[in-house]
């Protein structure tokens, strides 16, 4: 996988690191064990995937996360993105809506050894601002805008980094603590459910 990546144009050793560390097998669903480290998604159910390992390893990149950093992530899922966060950082912090996908990334988490990370079920588009503010914030679904609220937990000189645009088509933004953004070419992922989310 690790020379997949590089051929794709990941370049942060730490990151690399990170995506050799994490046994991406724990993170899928029994019957796809085997298809694990294709570069491809993969269905987690009630509605989610877990992304390809190109997709975690350029967001995990963008987001450039330092040792010390506290990072939230928007949208669990089955916990393997907060893996590879927490090979990276800190402390991750992140928050899942469905209940049933909280509390399985929850348990393969504390199974394969992350004390690093808490999982909370909460409506994940709103963030979680009694723990503000986060040196990084990481949403992993598709978004149609970072909302205000959102970026308000950041730290001065922290970053978001996003995928934001319709249901159909997202863009990679990269987005700081003043407003400044930088996009990142087209991506698509599961919509963000929620009050700052996509709706229904």
Do not use: C, K, W
């Amino acid at each position: 996988m690790l020379r997949l990546l590089e051929r794709f144009g990941i370049r942060d050793r730490r990151v690399l690191e990170a995506m050799a560390n994490v046994p991406r097998e724990e993170f899928v669903s029994p019957g796809d064990r085997d298809a694990a480290y294709g570069d491809h998604a993969l269905a987690i159910g009630e509605g989610q995937t877990i992304s390809q390992p190109y997709v975690v390893a350029r967001m995990t990149e963008l987001l450039a996360a330092q040792p010390e950093h506290r990072v939230l992530e928007v949208g669990t899922g089955s916990g393997y993105q907060a893996a590879v966060l927490a090979e990276l950082v800190r402390e991750v912090i992140s928050i899942e809506r469905h209940a049933a996908l909280a509390e399985a990334a929850r348990d393969r988490l504390e199974r394969v050894g992350y004390r690093n990370v808490r999982v909370i079920h909460a409506d994940a588009s709103l963030g979680y601002p009694l723990e503000a503010p986060y040196d990084r914030i990481l949403v992993t679904a598709a978004t149609p805008r970072i909302d205000p609220a959102l970026a308000q937990q950041l730290t001065a000189d922290g970053r978001i980094v996003a995928p934001v645009g319709d249901l159909d088509l997202q863009e990679l933004v990269v987005r700081d603590a003043h407003g400044r953004e930088e996009r990142h070419g087209p991506v698509r992922f599961v919509p963000l459910r929620g009050q700052a989310g996509f709706r229904g």
